[in-house]
């Protein structure tokens, strides 16, 4: 079967699964990367605006993606 003729990327449901364990997995792993960041930086609150800077743009990447990654047209 060529996957080259599919019209939409049919891979992508190989992450859905270590993107939801990963979802479960953050509360976790947010206090280690604020805790790193903190002390790499010597200031806490610049740690905390990384973490929610990359948050948002997850985010923003996600609604951006959307269409492409479920089939929908532009």
Same mark, same amino acid.
């Given at each position: @079967? %060529?996957?080259? $003729?599919?019209? !939409?990327?049919?891979?992508?449901?190989?992450? *859905? +699964?270590? *993107? @939801?364990? @990963? @979802? $479960?997995?953050? %509360?976790?792993? /947010? %206090? !280690?990367? +604020?805790?790193?960041?903190? !002390?790499?930086?010597?200031?806490?609150?610049?740690?905390?605006? *990384? #973490?929610? /800077? #990359? #948050?948002?743009?997850? *985010?923003?990447? /996600?609604?951006?993606?959307? %269409?492409?990654?479920?089939?929908?047209?532009?």
């Amino acid at each position: @079967l %060529p996957f080259f $003729l599919i019209d !939409r990327p049919l891979f992508l449901y190989h992450y *859905f +699964i270590a *993107f @939801l364990l @990963l @979802l $479960l997995l953050l %509360p976790r792993i /947010a %206090p !280690r990367i +604020i805790t790193a960041l903190a !002390r790499t930086s010597k200031d806490r609150s610049f740690a905390y605006a *990384f #973490v929610i /800077a #990359v #948050v948002i743009l997850t *985010f923003i990447s /996600a609604i951006l993606c959307y %269409p492409t990654t479920y089939g929908f047209l532009w």
